[in-house]
């Protein structure tokens, strides 16, 4: 008899687990794709990680425009990353700091103290923008950045107060990586 109770406890302290564990993942359904990303140590609202994962991410190359999505794989990313011998990269701005929406003055001058870190630590890039499809935010400028690893993307994204970064692995998939 004891070891039925023992184990509808150990059972009901799984439960409780597993339901601390999804309570803290949020399940978003971008109507890109559905991803599952841990937020039980970010204090982002919910709605602007969404809004991130919604952000198309566009590089210029040229006349030519990549774009990149959030938990997508791209043959165009990967073909960039083989040709310019690159592991990694990372998309790094430096426009409304903690999602607070500055004026286009302040953008543009963080933004340039971004450029001038970049070409300072001599770091290869190429100009990007990040446009919310749903026009909620104005684009903004941002940097996808050859080469930079995920420790050197976060730091960036902190030293210049972003909630959050995108980065690249050599696979090619894009992955939002949070900040706070």
Known sequence: MNEHFSTLRKDRELSFVRFVNFYNTVKLHTGISNMTIDTSNSVIDKKLIVGYCQTQYWVSIGYEK???????????????????????????????????????????????????????????????????PTQTWPPEKSFFVFDLGLHAAQSIGRQFGQNAIVWVDHGAIARLILLR
């Open 66 to 132: 990549v774009v990149v999505c959030i938990d997508h794989y791209s043959e165009r990313v990967k073909s960039l990353l083989t040709q310019s011998e690159a592991s990694c990269a990372g998309i790094v701005t430096a426009y409304n700091p903690y999602s607070q929406l500055n004026n286009e003055n302040e953008n543009c001058l963080a933004n340039e103290l971004l450029r001038s870190f970049l070409v300072r630590n001599d770091y290869r890039f190429l100009e990007s923008l990040n446009v919310d």
